[in-house]
């Protein structure tokens, strides 16, 4: 199996930054299209930003313009950039395969909350 394991996340105020880190285990990353998922408390898990294996990215509506992905095949890690936080960016972080793959076993994911 192939283990994902994310990280970066933490308490910032509006407008803030961060940047999360996706560590692929057990298989190289650039064979998959990938993506950073989040889901909110009582709400479905969605997909934020995706990159594929020629580097085309796609961003959810909501996010474009703030975030960022990015892929380092040699360290095998998917980055996710966040400028510009807000309340609404609140959730566990997590990335997988797009769309997710059954190989790719979810990780615990990494949380960001966003203080007004």
């Known amino acids: 199996q192939v283990h994902v394991v994310e990280s970066g996340g933490a308490l910032v105020q509006s407008g803030g930054s961060l940047r999360l880190s996706c560590t692929v285990f057990?298989?190289?990353?650039?064979?998959?299209?990938m993506g950073w998922y989040r889901q909110a408390p009582g709400k479905e898990r969605e997909l934020v930003a995706s990159?594929?294996?020629?580097?085309?990215?796609n961003m959810q509506d909501s996010v474009k313009g703030r975030f960022t992905i990015a892929r380092d095949g040699a360290k095998n890690l998917i980055y996710l950039q966040m400028d510009n936080l807000k309340p609404d960016d609140t959730a566990v972080y997590h990335c997988?395969?797009?769309?997710?793959?059954?190989?790719?076993?979810w990780g615990q994911g990494t949380q960001v909350t966003v203080s007004s």
């Open positions: 057990g298989e190289s990353p650039n064979i998959y299209n």
């Open positions: 990159i594929t294996t020629s580097a085309r990215i």
């Open positions: 997988n395969a797009v769309p997710p793959s059954t190989l790719l076993v």
